[in-house]
């Protein structure tokens, strides 16, 4: 990795930034052999082709064109802000662009043998340096190896592979089919670099289900939470209407204290339905609304209104679901468990709003269960709402010792001090930390 040093004066416009960026390198397999036998009119057109997709695609998953050059290209996710699901989009913008190009058909007439254009990929994550508005090409400049880096895993890959570092992808390689992990020594590269074939999504929707694949680690703590959770079902169950909403930050253990709830509510005279949204693919209005219609697919003695929503036109879908979460309150009580309720879009807000109003004018046992990250600004769904809130927070001391000592009985007390205290009680870190740990043998970084 090319190394810069901080810039010595106080404004330094043209020095740039360092940014954790995810870098996808993709390029046209074969295209040396195509622009021979290809008319060079016909070329520029695929070429125009080409990039038409690229500028759609990239974009739809959050990502920006840092470069075109002939037919390759190199977007970034994570700028300007890193998000934690940058290596998934990447994955996801590559996966969509070759099946676009995979559809792509070249003009002209085409050789006998040719079996149809095709990508191949890299995708790496790394710190980059990054030079805004270069005003001669009007696209920002990347310093720093790990641009390389994507460059050179696209090469390794063959027609229409895509190869994603585990730097790029780590947790989130379980939103995806992959091959096994492998080794690669890379030009320009001093350390062996691990990674993937990605081949297609994987069936996972939530990172707490990728979590699950993984395997859980032992619960520890929330009995003071999961009381009052138990309360609040104890109240549902007894007539009456109520929300709740969990709020902490990302890992914290919102979904986990949930899952571990809704485990034993599965032992109570209560139907559950579980439904999530989504930070950005869920182009569908109403996705967990829509979630729990779909689990409600093999209900026996199923009501009327069931067969009226799973029927219904786009236009009058939210009142189906409505009038249907409504008659099964009617008929037993209902608990509503909507995760991620901070990506959640207008529809199901509104609809979250209805179910609880209609409910307590009807007196329905029903109870509504959010969980959601603190928004700057307002709250989405419980904003104009006396839901009530349990604020969930850090594991305890003791809490996340008990978590690190189950995931690693074997730990040296020095790693475990370490993981605990880069950590500062978030169950996903400490899981991270000592999944790194794990792999290392013994070297957690400090
Ligand atoms: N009390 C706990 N005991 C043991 N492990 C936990 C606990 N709480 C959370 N974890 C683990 O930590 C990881 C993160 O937890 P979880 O997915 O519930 O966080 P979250 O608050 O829902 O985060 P996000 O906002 O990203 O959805 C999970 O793999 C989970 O199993
Ligand atoms: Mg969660």
Known sequence: MTEFSAPATA???AVG?????????????????????????????MLAGLRALYERIVPHHGGVIARIQGDGMLAVFGHPEVREDDGRRATEAALELHAAVRSLMPPGLLPAGFVGLTLHSGIHAGVVLVNEGDQMRGRFELLGNAPNIAARLAEAAKADEIIASDESLGLQSQFFETGPRF??????????????????RAAVG??????????????????????????????ALSGRTLWLGLRAGAGVGKTRLTEEFLRRAADQACRIHRGYCESYLSAEPLQPFLQMLRGMASMADAPPELFAAQHSPPGQRADALLALLLALARRTPQLVFIDDLQWADDASLRL????????????????????????????????????????????????????????????????AAEVQRHA????????????????AGEGLVA
């Open 352 to 415: 979250l709003h209805r179910l609880r109003t209609g409910a307590l004018a009807q007196s329905l046992p029903l109870l509504l269960l959010s969980a959601s990250r603190p928004q700057p600004g307002m709250l989405p769904g419980t904003h104009d709402d006396p839901a009530e809130l349990i604020e969930l927070p850090p594991l305890t001391e003791l809490e996340a010792a008990r978590a690190v000592q189950q995931l690693l009985p074997q730990i040296d007390p020095f790693i």
């Open 183 to 200: 080794v690669l020594q890379l030009r320009g590269r001093a350390t062996p670099l691990a990674a993937y074939r990605v081949f297609g």
């Open 17 to 45: 930034h360092r940014r954790l960026l995810t870098l996808l390198f993709v390029d046209l397999s074969g295209s040396t052999a195509m622009a021979e036998w290809m008319e060079a009119e016909h070329y520029a057109t």
């Open 206 to 235: 939530r990172r707490f289900e990728a979590s699950v694949r993984r395997g859980l680690a032992p619960f520890v703590g929330r009995c003071s939470e999961l009381t009052r959770l138990d309360a609040a079902l104890a109240g």
């Open 424 to 439: 500062g009680g978030n169950p996903l870190f400490i899981e991270e930390l000592c999944h790194a740990a794990a792999d």
């Open 11 to 13: 404004s330094p416009p």
